[in-house]
């Protein structure tokens, strides 16, 4: 069974820094690719970065290009997400997803029900 964890959320101060983790199991990630949505309250979901099977990165949202990066590590089979200079605008619950369906996940914008989704991990951007 595939599944997808996320963690290190939490509470930052604006111009702060976090990494965030999506701990895999069930299944290798090197072979499909897997991305970081995100949904601010009262807002739709959106895609952030995605990685495809072949380590390309597909960068969706303008709004995080040059803050934050993608990045996986294949041993410990673990997606991450490092975030800087965050911004109050970064509050949100922060997702990874995948598909068991090569680089489909790099392929839907802000994801579908089709993807596999972690519980998520919430981010808060707050003096």
């Known amino acids: 069974q595939v599944r997808l964890m996320e963690s290190g959320g939490g509470l930052v101060q604006p111009g702060g820094s976090l990494r965030l983790s999506c701990k895999a199991s069930?299944?290798?990630?090197?072979?499909?690719?897997i991305g970081w949505f995100r949904q601010a309250p009262g807002k739709e979901r959106v895609g952030l970065l995605c990685?495809?099977?072949?380590?390309?990165?597909?960068e969706w949202a303008d709004s995080v290009k040059g803050r934050f990066i993608i990045s996986k590590d294949r041993r410990a089979n673990t997606l991450y997400l490092q975030m800087y200079n965050l911004q109050p605008e970064d509050t949100a619950v922060y997702y990874c997803?995948?598909?068991?369906?090569?680089?489909?996940?790099?392929?839907?914008?802000?994801?579908?029900?089709?993807?596999?989704w972690g519980q998520g991990t919430q981010v808060t951007v707050s003096s």
């Open positions: 997803a995948t598909d068991l369906d090569y680089d489909r996940a790099c392929m839907v914008r802000n994801g579908d029900s089709r993807l596999t």
């Open positions: 069930g299944y290798t990630m090197d072979y499909y690719g």
């Open positions: 990685i495809s099977s072949s380590e390309e990165v597909t």
